[in-house]
């Protein structure tokens, strides 16, 4: 699930920034102090090698490796690579949150178009438990957490996401095709809707084709997430940007190196027992790579991952709260304390309120005389000769 911490920085404050560095879970810390451990001990295991296992013959060779690391560590465009990575994967990570199905507007309407607590009741709650499930076989399809939660039909006609005759014909229908069976429930919630209107339980067509157009629009939500999931980031670019950050760093574990001060070396004048700068790049490039990495496929259950279980639960409770107990809940029309209470007039004693309004408004001159004979139109005017 994605770590939330913005509540807690909602006043900006000076401390605000070490409040997010100290933050663990998600943070860039844990996903690169294995990466730091390991840089660490080949950077002091060098550095012990050089200064105490080495001759005068063995430190010469060894400068001058550690110089030609150095020279070219800075030739490979890291920055470059990385930035456009991190940037084409973040975009899609945000593009499959946009991608999320709400059926949110789908329980309003049917609330609107489909009132009523006879048949109403149930076909609002079949149609909603169809959009629902449609979205919890997509998940079923692309994410192993959601698998695990209902990994088969059987476990989720238990989890009352569909009855036994349901799984039966979706059974029928995945051996039929070979296919999944995500979008046949929205075809069987477009056609409660239609029998709806045609049994004049929906009153208008309007309504039909609102609620219509909802559900496809939730199911085609529903195949972009499956587009995303079937459809990735060229395997060779995520390679080209994983050699680029780890080659620059055995290259910064060599190139950074301490040498000889004695030895007049221009870029090695202080003997820094701790490689501070090296440090720093590795936890700048490496945190940026580990980011990347965890968004590339947020549909597991990473820090950085979408909890779908939850937006599950939560499409189920929110349906049905709008489809069933919201549904002919409508509040009279009373005015709060500090408005006015309009005036109505009497029906029983003013039955056509307007008409003292329009007497009083002058008569409307009516339009001259329209007149037709045979492909002309004949216009009545006063005649110019008396």
Not at 226 to 232: A, R, T, V, W
Request: aromatic residues 12%.
């Amino acid at each position: 699930m994605t770590v939330q911490y913005i509540h807690k920085v909602a006043s900006g404050t000076a401390l605000m920034s070490f409040y997010l560095l100290k933050r663990w879970k998600g943070s860039v810390w844990k996903v690169v102090w294995r990466d730091l451990v390991v840089y660490l001990v080949v950077y002091y295991t060098l550095s012990l090698v050089y200064r105490f296992g080495l001759g005068v013959e063995g430190r010469r060779q060894f400068e001058s490796l550690v110089l030609h690391c150095a020279r070219y560590q800075s030739m490979l465009p890291v920055s470059f690579v990385l930035g456009f990575y991190v940037s084409l994967v973040v975009s899609r990570w945000w593009e499959t949150f946009r991608s999320f199905p709400w059926p949110d507007n789908t329980a309003i309407l049917l609330a609107t178009h489909l009132p009523g607590q006879g048949i109403e009741v149930l076909e609002r709650r079949a149609v909603l438990r169809y959009v629902v499930l449609c979205f919890t076989l997509t998940l079923v399809t692309i994410s192993p957490v959601v698998k695990a939660e209902w990994p088969n039909l059987e476990n989720m006609v238990a989890k009352g996401f569909l009855t036994k005759e349901e799984l039966q014909l979706l059974n029928k229908h995945q051996a039929a095709s070979g296919q999944h069976v995500a979008w046949v429930p929205m075809l069987w919630a477009c056609r409660i809707v239609h029998r709806a209107r045609r049994e004049g339980r929906i009153t208008s067509d309007l309504g039909q084709k609102s609620l219509v157009d909802e559900m496809l629009g939730l199911r085609s939500r529903c195949q972009r997430l499956l587009g995303f999931n079937n459809h990735n980031i060229p395997l060779v670019y995520a390679q080209v940007v994983t050699v680029a950050v780890y080659s620059f760093f055995v290259f910064s574990v060599i190139g950074g190196q301490f040498l000889d001060i004695t030895q007049g070396y221009a870029s090695h004048t202080i003997d820094l027992y701790v490689p501070l700068f090296g440090l720093l790049q590795l936890v700048f490039y490496l945190g940026w790579l580990k980011v990347a990495e965890a968004l590339l496929n947020p549909f597991g259950d990473d820090d950085h991952d979408f909890d779908f279980v939850s937006l599950i639960d939560k499409h189920r409770r929110m349906v049905e709260m709008l489809g069933e107990a919201a549904a002919n809940d409508l509040p009279a029309l009373s005015p709060l304390p500090e408005e006015k209470t309009p005036t109505l007039p009497d029906p029983h004693t003013d039955p056509h309120p307007g008409d003292a309004a329009n007497s009083a408004k002058p008569p409307v001159a009516p339009p001259p005389f329209l007149a037709s004979s045979g492909s002309r139109t004949l216009q009545e005017t006063t005649p110019l000769i008396p």
